[in-house]
């Protein structure tokens, strides 16, 4: 039997899977951000991936008391082996190589001061049909599985809370839908919900954050699914420099196939 995985990463040429847009670690604050982001999974020896890795640039900038305006530009490089059932669906793939993904701009809206606020945004479809960089993305970043799929425009919203626990703790809850349109001719279309759940600690100095973020397809040409990961990250607060340490680790049998375990690496500097 094939992982599921692959079928998750084939999809990314054959059906257009999308996901999550903007991350849930996307640091919000009142001066403007400018953010880089490196993400490795620790491969299995038996994946049919031997190397990804992943940066993301951006941005979050505050408009008014009430809105920011949220920008991501991602890159991915890897190296992949197509399984043999692939092959007469991806004649002439490379089985290595890099390339930007599809950007993403979206918009906030919700004051700092308050527990709720929503998310609404839009990526463009810059990511070209290369095997490697698509399995490599979707491996590296399951979180913005859509920033590396081709040829689709995705449309995604999602709604917070995240109410005071006092003493500096927090939790967040996180629910929307994720649509996407082919800009193919002849591709079916997916819905999803993503939701999460983090508890989060914040001071002056530090802030810490655990929790579990998945998604669940609830419409689409392929077969019902949810995908989960626990993930933390651990953030500094040095003057206008804010560098941080991400874990990931999937709860999903299909991605275990290829990982039990990535880490991330953070800059953000506020202005």
């Known amino acids: 039997m094939v992982p599921r995985v692959?079928?998750?990463?084939?999809?990314?040429?054959?059906?257009?899977?999308?996901?999550?847009a903007q991350s849930s670690w996307t640091m919000r604050s009142e001066n403007p951000i400018i953010e880089v982001e490196y993400l490795h999974p620790f491969l299995k020896d038996d994946s049919?991936?031997?190397?990804?890795?992943?940066?993301?640039?951006?941005?979050?900038?505050?408009s008014g008391s009430a809105t920011a305006f949220i920008f991501e530009l991602p890159w991915v490089s890897g190296t992949a082996s197509p399984p043999s059932y692939l092959?007469?669906?991806?004649?002439?793939?490379?089985t290595s190589g890099s390339s930007i993904g599809n950007p993403y701009i979206g918009i906030e809206f919700g004051s700092e001061d308050?527990?709720?606020?929503?998310?609404?945004?839009?990526?463009?479809?810059?990511?070209?049909?290369?095997?490697a960089t698509a399995l490599a993305g979707s491996i590296a970043d399951f979180d913005r599985f859509e920033a590396y799929t081709p040829n689709v425009i995705q449309v995604g919203a999602a709604l917070n809370l995240e109410p005071s626990l006092g003493a500096g703790f927090s939790c967040?809850?996180?629910?929307?839908?994720?649509?996407?349109?082919s800009s193919k001719t002849g591709r079916g279309s997916e819905d999803?919900?993503?939701?999460?759940a983090i508890l989060s600690y914040e001071s002056?100095?530090?802030?810490?954050?655990?929790?579990?973020?998945?998604?669940?397809?609830?419409?689409?040409?392929?077969?019902?699914?949810?995908?989960?990961?626990?993930?933390?990250?651990?953030?500094?607060?040095i003057?206008?420099?804010?560098?941080?340490?991400?874990?990931?680790?999937?709860?999903?049998?299909?991605?275990?196939?290829?990982?039990?375990?990535?880490?991330?690496?953070?800059l953000a500097i506020g202005f």
């Open 6 to 20: 692959l079928f998750l990463s084939a999809g990314l040429i054959l059906c257009e899977l999308p996901l999550l």
């Open 48 to 62: 049919n991936l031997s190397s990804a890795e992943v940066v993301t640039i951006s941005s979050r900038i505050k």
């Open 87 to 94: 092959s007469s669906s991806l004649p002439g793939q490379t």
């Open 114 to 131: 308050t527990y709720f606020f929503g998310e609404f945004g839009v990526r463009l479809p810059l990511m070209p049909e290369n095997y």
């Open 172 to 181: 967040r809850l996180r629910l929307g839908p994720s649509l996407h349109f």
């Open 192 to 196: 999803l919900i993503n939701y999460s």
């Open 204 to 237: 002056q100095s530090v802030d810490a954050g655990a929790g579990i973020l998945g998604r669940a397809r609830v419409f689409g040409s392929s077969s019902n699914s949810s995908v989960e990961q626990l993930e933390g990250l651990l953030r500094l607060h």
């Open 239 to 266: 003057d206008h420099v804010h560098p941080a340490l991400q874990l990931r680790a999937p709860l999903d049998a299909g991605l275990q196939t290829a990982y039990d375990l990535e880490v991330g690496l953070n």
